[in-house]
C-alpha cells in the first residue's frame, strides 16, 4: 500500500483529524480505484467530493455532449462548453481540483461490452446511472466480482442511498426485481437535490473503505427534501433473487 | 379506523389490505416498497395483508435518477 506524501499529508489534514479516519482512512482512499457510472447530476458531485477527499484513482463512464438541459445540476461542466463531450470536461475540472488524481474517462454509457472489465478494475463503485438497464448491468457484476456498490438515486425531491455489499446484503434486484413500469429516462430533478444524495453515497464509500462510523448495509436512506424528512428503511433480500440467491447459497447470512 | 401513511394519519375502510390502500392512492404496486410497522411487507401480499386500526406504513417509491 503506498503511503501519504508530505503534500497529501498537508491537503488531507483537516479531514484526518475526523476520529476513526486518520492517516489510515486517507491512505485507504489513495489506494483506492472508484468506478463511478456517469458524471451528471449525481456522478459529478459524487466524483467531485471522491476526488477532494483524495481518492487514488477515477474510472468514470459517461457518453454524450452536454446539452443547455444538464445545466441545472451537472457541476462539473461549463457553460462554456455546451455541445462538447461531458466526459472530457469532467475529467479536466477533477484534475484541476486535484492533479494527483489519477482519471481514467471513458466515453460512453456503462454496457454489457463494458461492464466487466470496469467493474474489474475498481475496488468499490458508485452507481449513478438514470436508467434501471444500466444500474442492474452495474449490480450483477458486482455481484459476480464481490465488490461493494454504493446505489444513489434521486426523483423530484426525493433521494435514495444504500450500500451494497454482495454476500453480506440484498442486491438491487433484491430491492427492484424488475424495472419499475413507467420510469422514463427524463425526470424532474433539481441540482441540490441529486447533490445531496450524491453526498449522502461518497460518505457511505469513504465509511466503507476506511471502516469509519456506521453503513448502510442492508439498509436503504430515504429522503424527501419537500418536508425535510428522512429516514432508514431495512432491506430484505429475496431467497430467490436470480442475481444475487446463489451467493447465499455459498455463504448464509 | 386510521393508520399512518409516511408519518400521517389517515382514515381507512376497516378490513383495508394493503393493496386496498395503494390503490386508494393510485400507486402502481410495482413501484414501491412497503414496510408495515417496520417489517417489509412482501409483495406478493399486498392483497391478504390487512391492516388493523393504528397500523404505520411506509411507502418507498423506486426512484433511479442520476
Keep these: 500500500m503506498q503511503a501519504l506524501t508530505d503534500e497529501e ?28 457510472s456517469r458524471v451528471g447530476g449525481l456522478g459529478g458531485p459524487v466524483c467531485l467530493e471522491l476526488a477532494a477527499a483524495g481518492i487514488g ?3 468514470i463512464a459517461h457518453g454524450g455532449n452536454l446539452k443547455p438541459s444538464d445545466l441545472n445540476r451537472q457541476i462539473l461542466m461549463s457553460h462554456e462548453h455546451l455541445g462538447t463531450p461531458r466526459i472530457e470536461q469532467a475529467k479536466a475540472r477533477l484534475l484541476a481540483l486535484n492533479p494527483r488524481l489519477e482519471v481514467s474517462a471513458v466515453a460512453s454509457n456503462i454496457s454489457k461490452e ?3 472489465r470496469l467493474v474489474g478494475e475498481a475496488g468499490i463503485v458508485f452507481d449513478c446511472a438514470p436508467l434501471f438497464e444500466e444500474r442492474f448491468l452495474l449490480n450483477r457484476a458486482c455481484v459476480t466480482q464481490r465488490k461493494p456498490m454504493i446505489d444513489c438515486a434521486m ?35 433539481f441540482g441540490a437535490v441529486s447533490c445531496a444524495a450524491a453526498c449522502y453515497g461518497v460518505m457511505e464509500g469513504i465509511k466503507h473503505l476506511s471502516g469509519m462510523g456506521a453503513s448502510l448495509k442492508g439498509q436503504m436512506l430515504y429522503f424527501d427534501m419537500r418536508n425535510m424528512t428522512s429516514y432508514r428503511l431495512p432491506l430484505q433480500r429475496r431467497p430467490d433473487c436470480p442475481i444475487c440467491s446463489q451467493l447465499w447459497k455459498v455463504s448464509p447470512p | 379506523m386510521k393508520i399512518f401513511i409516511n408519518g400521517e394519519s389517515r382514515e381507512c375502510a376497516a378490513q383495508s389490505s394493503v393493496l386496498d390502500i395503494l390503490q386508494s392512492l393510485g400507486i402502481n404496486p410495482k413501484t414501491v416498497v412497503v414496510q408495515r410497522n417496520e417489517d417489509i411487507v412482501d409483495r406478493e401480499s399486498f392483497g391478504s395483508t390487512l391492516l ?15
Excluded: H
Excluded at chain 1, 164 to 183: A, D, F, H, R
Design chain 1, 9 to 36: 499529508r498537508a491537503v488531507y489534514e483537516w479531514q484526518m483529524w475526523t476520529r476513526d479516519f486518520g492517516e489510515a482512512g486517507q491512505q485507504a482512499l489513495k489506494n483506492t480505484t472508484a468506478l463511478v
Design chain 1, 57 to 59: 484513482r477515477l474510472i
Design chain 1, 114 to 116: 463494458n461492464v466487466d
Design chain 1, 155 to 189: 426523483f423530484s425531491m426525493e433521494g435514495q442511498v444504500t450500500t451494497i455489499v454482495p454476500g453480506e446484503t440484498p442486491c438491487l434486484q433484491c430491492i427492484y426485481p424488475e424495472i419499475p413500469p413507467g420510469w422514463k429516462r427524463e425526470f424532474p430533478v
Design chain 2, 52 to 66: 388493523i386500526d393504528g397500523d404505520a406504513l411506509e411507502l418507498v417509491r423506486f426512484v433511479g435518477g442520476g
